[in-house]
């Protein structure tokens, strides 16, 4: 067997954690992926995986190779697509990030379309709210919401969000609409422990206003683990909360929240799609990006 296929049946494995996984995403069988593995590492010389009844993990040398192998397959992808035009069909395999509910919000029903546009292809979706290395965990494309760290990888703006503190008319009429971050501590408080926010799960509020930073160490009086429950908590009239603005579209539209203290939001957090490909991005990549871009840019609730 070629070297180039052995690259692709290793990538496979390490990216699956198994070989029953990696046969099922090749469509091939468990034993010829563990045939094929052993034989790439009896050519090299060198231990790639290490495999317990439980799971594969790649080796120190390892993860060093399979870096290399994703960046050559990579390149020999877009050669491909370069030879056959830039109107080529996407077909293959596609894995992408996001966060949890912004995932579901905004980028599955992409992904839906994208599958339906091109029938040759096969994605995965992580959502997390964690920020994914894409290099290291083997994705293709992510959606991120905040600063990028990452300079080395390609990214494009499409939008952005807001930090927005939020709160149910009931409990405004009954409690009184704070006119200063510094009353937020007569409130009762809900935050969320997901997502990048870490400064509104730890209860340290930062505001900004006449071009100064405001700090406001709030008590909460309910912690909740996903960003849907401190919304809905906040809806039925128990406190405020503190969330990106996309997420509560739906219910300031409606009426069932509101906007508090608007005068002192943080600057907006830009949302970019990032890739890890070089100069060429393959035809499955490029077509997911400029439908995604479209998509997003054209959000009234991301502007």
Known sequence: MDRFRQMQVFVAVAEGEGFAAAARRLKISPPAVTRVVAALEDSLGVKLLNRTTRYVRVTEAGQRYLEDCRRILAEVEAADDAAAGINAEPRG??????????????????????????PEMEVDALLLDRVVNLMEEGLDVGVRIGALPDSTMRALRV????????????????????????????????????????????????????QKELQVQVRPKLKVTTNDAAIEAAASGFGLTRVLSYQVAGMLSEGRLQII???????????????????????????????MAARLKDNPSLM
């Open 159 to 210: 939008g952005s969000v807001r930090k927005v503190l939020v709160a149910s008319p009931s409990y405004l009429f009954l409690e009184g609409t704070p006119k200063h971050p510094q009353e937020l501590i007569h409130h009762r408080i809900v935050t969320s422990q997901a997502g990048t926010m870490s400064e509104t799960a730890s209860g340290n509020w930062r505001f900004h206003h006449a």
């Open 261 to 291: 203290l608007p005068e002192y939001e943080p600057p907006p957090e830009p949302i970019h799609i990032v890739h890890r490909e070089g100069r060429h991005s393959s035809a499955k990549v490029r077509a997911f990006i400029d439908l």
């Open 93 to 118: 395999h596609l894995s992408i990030t996001a966060p949890v509910m912004f995932g579901r919000l905004h980028v599955m029903p992409g992904v839906l379309e994208y599958l339906n546009r091109y």
